[in-house]
């Protein structure tokens, strides 16, 4: 499996911590098969507002695990999901057709408040673009229904699997994206892609 690990860059040097990954293969074809249902939640915004997956029934929705405190790979994928923000407010897409979930791994730190903060940070417009957190109760069935398992290590940081799922118009899971892989031209052609179908 295809798994970064945030310590793994946490450890690296600064100036490898900030690079994006290396340039994917892109590909205007992509195959985008049914790999399962995505797993239904609901968990609150920075408002306090529920959300539900289901809430994004007709959306093509990009789905990331992330935690504000990350000192490596959540800032990468979060900056490339603005990058996919960008790309389809220019397309007019963003918020009626597509939309983007940054989900919380570290419901303890991540209050509403922090997350808030980390959006602005990150350039996230609420209008398409939700951060997600609730009680570790209710984030801990999530987390195991997307594999998304997380371990703290000994100096407080935490470790887990780096992925950004793609989620189609019916709620099925048709991409996994490792930071490896995760291309926000590629996720641009592959959300394009399901919103045509």
């Not at 979060?78 to 960008?86: D, E, I, P, Y």
């Not at 057709?97 to 997350?115: G, I, N, R």
């Not at 887990?160 to 899971?173: E, F, M, S, T, W």
Request: hydrophobic content about 45%; aromatic content about 10%; proline content about 6%.
């Amino acid at each position: 499996m295809f798994w970064i690990l945030c310590w793994m860059f946490g450890a690296a040097s600064p100036l490898l911590a900030a690079e994006a990954p290396s340039e994917v293969q892109i590909s205007s074809n992509p195959s985008l098969s049914v790999i399962a249902r995505a797993p239904t939640f609901m968990l609150h915004d920075t408002s306090g507002k529920v959300v539900r997956l289901s809430d994004y029934q007709g959306h093509v929705v990009l789905l990331a695990f992330i935690f504000t405190t990350c000192p490596g790979v959540c800032p990468i994928i979060s900056r490339q999901m603005a990058a996919v923000q960008s790309g389809l407010k220019s397309a007019k897409l963003f918020g009626s057709q597509a939309s983007l979930v940054s989900v919380t791994v570290d419901p303890e730190t991540d209050t509403a408040d922090v997350l808030a903060r980390y959006a602005r940070n990150h350039g996230a417009d609420p209008a398409g673009w939700r951060f997600l957190t609730g009680t570790p109760k209710q984030i801990r069935p999530v987390l195991k229904a997307y594999d998304e398992w997380t371990k703290l290590l000994p100096k407080g940081e935490i470790d887990h699997p780096a992925r950004v799922y793609l989620i189609d118009k019916q709620g099925n899971i048709r991409e996994i994206y490792s930071l490896a892989f995760f291309n926000e031209k590629q996720a641009l052609i592959d959300m394009s892609r399901l919103l045509e179908e």
